[in-house]
Structure formats: C-alpha cells, structure tokens
Antibody, heavy 124, light 107 residues
Framework: EVQLVESGGGLVKPGGSLRLSCAASGFTFSNYRMNWVRQAPGKGLEWVSSIKTSTICIYYADSVKGRFTISRDNANSSLYLQMNSLRAEDTAVYYC?????????????????WGQGTMVTVSS | DIQMAQSPSSLSAFVGDRVTITCRASQGISNYLAWYQQKPGKVPELLIYSASTLQSGVPSRFSGSGSGTDFTLTISSLQPEDVATYYCQKYNTAPRTFGQGTKVEIK
C-alpha cells in the first residue's frame, strides 16, 4: 500500500524549533518529487516547500524562506522539514505529499498522495 | 507570483444539481492546474490534474476544463458524499499556490 506517514509535530514556544519527518512506503521514494503543505486551523491549504533531489529543485514559500529547510533521505525513504524561529502563524497541520515525475528538469506534477498530517502548535 | 482566485467561496445545492466552481490564475499557467477535494476532517485528495484529466478512481461526475487563466470544476450531479471543500492549485512552478477553497454543501 502506498503510504506517507508524518511525525514530529507538537507544542513549541515562539522562536523554537521542530523537525518534521515523513516516512514513505509502498513506492520507490527516489523517483518522486516531494512536498510539504500546511493548513492552519479552519483555513485553506498553503504550499510550504518542495524538493526534487538533495541538491537541486528545492523551493520555499516566502512565508518560511530562511527559517525552514526541506531535505530527503532516499536510502530511508524519508522526507524532513526542519523548522526554526517558529511563529504563532506557523501553527497548522503539516502534510507531506508526493508528486510523480522522472524528468531531468525541475518540472512538477500534481500532488497525488498525501499523508494524514501532523499538528504543529506554536504558543507560549 | 501568480495568484489563484476561486469562486464562489461557498455554495449550497440540491442533490442531483449541476455544480460549477471556477478558478482564475493572475497569469497564464497553460494547463498546469489541479483540483483537490477535502472532506470534513479528512486529508485532501487529488481529483483532477492537467486541468481536465481525472485521477484514477474519481467518479466520472467530476470534470475539469480550461487553459491559460480560466478553469472550471464541474460536478454533473451533486451527491451527498461530495460535501467538501474544493481547492485548485497551480503546480508546475513555485510557488505552487492553492486557491482559497470553495465549500460545497447540500440544501
């Protein structure tokens, strides 16, 4: 079964850090682009970050640029999001999602599989 | 950055009605447009990609159309299980922006 399972969420104080993980199974992880999307309570979906490989085609939303770092470990079929200098407005459910694609360029496809999400709460 | 605007923000219709949701990009995005369905308390699911291609397993009452800046999601005959919020997204280049969502309810 194709599956993405996020972990690492929790309660953190403003200015603190958190590292989210996403464990993939049921598919060849290295063949897929990966993404993080968040959803604040009662709000819509917000794209956060995307990664093709560890060194190229890495992107961030302006709202997290300089504070968040996306990375991946293909050997362990895992995606990560290191979140530093957290703010109250970062409070959200964080989803990882995959995008099919094997081309050598930085083109992207829609997000076809999503994890169940992990909640991050930034509050004092 | 390209902005994605959905309308309406919410709608209420009868079972069996034809429902149309629109999504407008502030600049042309060719057909790099996806639609997602998020049922209450659930994870988003991909309905349509490339503006009009139905994802495997999605009922045929859902369809998508458009190219460039104007796109449409149509539910040909609304069913109770279609109660959800629907989002469009431009995905080919970053930022991979979502529309603000359209909440669909049953009258």
């Amino acid at each position: 079964e194709v599956q993405l399972v996020e972990s690492g969420g929790g309660l953190v104080k403003p200015g603190g850090s958190l590292r989210l993980s996403c464990a993939a199974s049921g598919f060849t992880f290295s063949n897929y682009r990966m993404n993080w999307v968040r959803q604040a309570p009662g709000k819509g979906l917000e794209w956060v970050s995307s990664i093709k490989t560890s060194t190229i085609c890495i992107y961030y939303a302006d709202s997290v640029k300089g504070r968040f770092t996306i990375s991946r470990d293909n050997a362990n079929s895992s995606l990560y999001l290191q979140m530093n200098s957290l703010r109250a407005e970062d409070t959200a459910v964080y989803y990882c999602a995959r995008s099919p694609g094997t081309s050598s360029d930085c083109s992207w496809n829609a997000f076809d599989i999503w994890g169940q999400g992990t909640m991050v709460t930034v509050s004092s | 950055d390209i902005q994605m605007a959905q309308s309406p923000s919410s709608l209420s219709a009868f079972v069996g009605d034809r429902v149309t949701i629109t999504c407008r990009a502030s600049q042309g995005i060719s057909n790099y447009l996806a639609w997602y369905q998020q049922k209450p308390g659930k994870v988003p699911e991909l309905l349509i990609y490339s503006a009009s291609t139905l994802q495997s397993g999605v009922p045929s009452r859902f369809s998508g159309s458009g190219s460039g800046t104007d796109f449409t999601l149509t539910i040909s005959s609304l069913q109770p299980e279609d109660v959800a919020t629907y989002y469009c997204q431009k995905y080919n280049t970053a930022p991979r922006t979502f529309g603000q969502g359209t909440k669909v309810e049953i009258k």
